[in-house]
């Protein structure tokens, strides 16, 4: 054990006293008196039911903290009352608003609890059987599944890095992303899932992907790592699990996507939304943004030339005959198009358009000789 309290609480004389005064009824009460701030909360919606934006007033709510709240540095909840010299000091490293902060965070969490799923029991999985595929394709399938797998695992790790590291004055954002961890622990489970029940087993790990993803984790700062992570790769990977829901070689791997779509979905906002907040409100950072976006870019690019790709083209061209690869090429090409029109658009949303002047994609698109006039819709 690595951190040791300051008293032995059974060899304090006044701690014993008072534990056995308190057992023969002699209480203080003073704890009663905490004044602290009296509200009164209701659900805006009785269907909807109580929701922090509910809670957001007075000192409990989140409109009013400023950027660097002066309050607790331990685990006392935002609006309670607390002894600064008593209360053990945790750390923090995340202390401004800006640090963690994103339009609409409460709301991403209220969503995210009222749309979990299970990767049991929410997947028609016994009507796997019912559809035939070929070989080739249930191959293909079960290598995206792999790579899904793969990086779904890091979308978990990356949360549970920083949360501990957050004051806890900015908990709407600490609670969204430990619905984040749920949420890519559970991707990662039904994609593992998917490819056993395909009767394939996992295919091959790309180091690619891998380098990209310790990149990720290794994030000098949060703001950096949500960039990277959210407004990049799940981004991408966003595109791709839209994309994977034409080429779905069955009903089942349709409805997969569907569910696993909802939630990347919400977890690219806060990211676009987190990224808005910074630019608002510490627009010097934008350099420092820029730094770690040249290089996830970088990083992105490598993972054009992969097998990933090379199965995305048998899923998309349903085999491997030359006019079946043919086809799958030219669909393909619209999803790297699209990846990249749709990070574009983010980086629009997000208020930092000038970021796609200096992006690492442009030029790539014009060596591959690839624009939107390639885009192709799958049939």
């Known amino acids: 054990m690595s951190y040791y309290g300051s008293t032995d609480y ?23 008196k905490a004044g602290t701030e009296q509200v009164k909360v209701n ?18 709510g989140y409109d009013a903290l400023p950027e660097i709240p002066r309050g607790p540095r331990g685990a006392a909840p935002r609006g309670a009352s607390y002894e600064v010299d008593a209360q053990a000091d945790l750390s923090p490293e995340l202390n401004r608003k800006s640090d963690v902060w994103a339009y609409k965070v409460a709301s991403f969490y209220e969503e995210a609890m009222s749309r979990q799923w299970d990767a049991t029991t929410y997947i028609p999985w016994a009507d796997l059987e019912k559809y035939e595929r070929p070989q080739e ?25 920083w949360m501990w590291r957050m004051n806890n004055q900015f908990h709407e954002v600490k609670h969204f992303i430990a619905s984040q ?7 990662a489970e039904v994609f593992r899932k998917r490819v056993l029940a395909g009767g394939v087993g996992m295919m091959q790990a790309l180091p690619q992907a891998e380098h990209s993803l310790k990149a990720i984790l290794d994030g000098d700062s949060y703001s950096e790592a949500s960039a990277f992570m959210h407004l990049l790769a799940e981004g991408n990977v966003l595109t791709m699990f839209r994309f994977s829901e034409y080429i779905s070689p069955t009903p089942v791997d349709k409805r997969i996507f569907q569910l696993v779509m909802q939630d990347e979905a919400r977890h690219v906002s806060y990211g676009m939304q987190h990224l808005k907040w910074i630019i608002d409100h510490a627009p010097e950072r934008k350099e420092q943004l820029h730094l770690a976006l040249d290089e996830a870019e970088t990083f992105s ?6 097998a990933l790709f090379e199965a995305m083209i048998v899923l998309a061209g349903k085999g491997t005959k030359p006019a079946q ?14 990846q990249i029109d749709e990070y574009f658009g983010r980086l629009r949303r997000a208020g930092f358009e000038e970021r796609i002047e200096r992006s690492k994609f442009r030029p790539l698109l014009a060596m591959i000789g690839l624009g939107k006039q390639d885009a192709v819709l799958p049939s």
Request: a negative charge; proline letters at 3%; aromatic letters at 8%.
């Open 10 to 32: 059974l060899a304090s004389p006044d701690f014993v006293l008072r534990m056995k005064d308190i057992r023969k009824g002699h209480l203080d009460l003073g704890w009663m």
């Open 43 to 60: 659900a805006e919606s009785p269907r909807r039911g109580l929701t922090f934006l509910d809670c957001n007033r007075g000192s409990y």
């Open 137 to 161: 394709v249930e191959i293909a399938f079960a290598q995206l599944c792999t790579f899904f797998t793969e990086v779904e695992m890091i979308a978990t790790d990356l949360p549970a890095k």
């Open 181 to 187: 961890a749920i949420d890519e622990a559970r991707h």
């Open 301 to 306: 690019i490598s993972q054009f030339d992969s």
């Open 325 to 338: 690869i043919k086809r799958g090429i030219e669909i393909v090409g619209t999803l790297q198009v699209k």
